[in-house]
């Protein structure tokens, strides 16, 4: 019976053929890892020489012997880059909420999503896209707290106005008391 990862010479032949395009790295970096091992050497070898893992290695040998070259080719991995505008145009457009933020208004994210539709041309279905463009872009979210965050207890502020209405009782005696 023929091991799966036995190539033939002619299998060699196109794959090195294929290489000789250098179309992508990636790409070739996979021929890379069949034609070693096609060659007789091991997963770990071509695992420590193309950096792939060694259950990898066996993984596109499987894929080049069940599917072919073609298949190789394709990089299935999804992009990355979904951003909606460059980094010059995202500076420009918070530019002007920025302007507004020096001079004392504070800009709400409901203001920023409207104008970041209109800028796209694309309706977002959350705030979570604007969000994440705002963190991109180094700004935070600043939300205004209800209290102060070392407010006093409702005890110690009885006690205060309790302390400030006797010092205030004091003070009018000291001044009405003839001398």
């Not at 033939?8 to 992508?24: L, V, W």
């Not at 006093?152 to 205030?168: G, P, Q, V």
Request: aromatic share 6%; net charge positive.
């Amino acid at each position: 019976m023929k091991k799966t990862y036995d190539l033939t010479e002619e299998d060699t032949k196109t794959i090195r053929n294929a290489m000789a395009q250098k179309e992508n790295k990636k790409f070739y970096k996979r021929l890379l890892a069949v034609v070693l091992r096609g060659e007789g050497k091991s997963n770990k070898e071509v695992s420590e020489i193309t950096g792939y893992h060694k259950k990898r290695v066996g993984q596109l040998v499987s894929i080049y012997r069940n599917e072919g070259l073609a298949v190789l080719a394709i990089d299935g991995r999804k992009g990355g880059n979904h951003r909606n505008m460059t980094e010059a145009e995202a500076s420009e457009f918070l530019g002007e909420f920025k302007a507004e933020a020096e001079k004392g208004k504070i800009p709400t994210v409901n203001e920023i999503a409207i104008a970041y539709d209109k800028a796209t041309g694309k309706e977002r279905k959350s705030k979570s896209t604007v969000y994440s463009f705002l963190h991109t872009q180094g700004w935070r979210l600043v939300v205004p707290q209800k209290q102060h965050p070392q407010k006093a207890s409702e005890a110690e502020i009885e006690a205060s106005k309790k302390l400030k209405s006797n010092m205030k009782e004091n003070c009018q005696n000291i001044q009405t008391t003839p001398a």
